[in-house]
Nanobody, 125 residues
Framework: VQLQASGGGLVQAGGSLRLSCAAS????????MGWFRQAPGKEREFVAA????????NYADSVKGRFTISRDNAKNTLYLQMNSLKPEDTAVYYC???????????????????WGQGTQVTVSS
């Protein structure tokens, strides 16, 4: 199973980026998919999640209204549309897949089973 994240880059504050996460090796119809980010010197934090089958989404308060998570079933690809970017959004962004089980949480990085390699997002002021 592989998750390949892409789409990061350097953007000015107020700009937009779209991250992609191409999944291969299996389908994720029964999984939850998430985006996390990690800034230098900080812990990895939850950004957004989507239930692959239903499309139900969840967001961190810090990105609500600015970021949109989505997936394309046919392409087996996860997306994160990021608008109105702020310097504090600067981080390495990771996509991940979680097989839901009793007690697991989409907010917890420890509960995810597969991870992409990360893509750098830098927002200049």
């Amino acid at each position: 199973v592989q998750l390949q994240a892409s789409g990061g880059g350097l953007v000015q504050a107020g700009g937009s980026l779209r991250l992609s996460c191409a999944a291969s090796g299996r389908t994720f119809s029964g999984y939850s998919m998430g985006w996390f980010r990690q800034a230098p010197g900080k812990e990895r934090e939850f950004v957004a999640a989507i239930w692959w089958a239903s499309g139900v989404t969840n967001y961190a308060d810090s990105v609500k209204g600015r970021f949109t998570i989505s997936r394309d079933n046919a392409k087996n690809t996860l997306y994160l549309q990021m608008n109105s970017l702020k310097p504090e959004d600067t981080a390495v962004y990771y996509c991940a897949a979680e097989r839901p089980r009793i007690g697991s949480s989409v907010y917890s990085a420890d509960d995810y089973d597969y991870w992409g390699q990360g893509t750098q997002v830098t927002v200049s002021s």
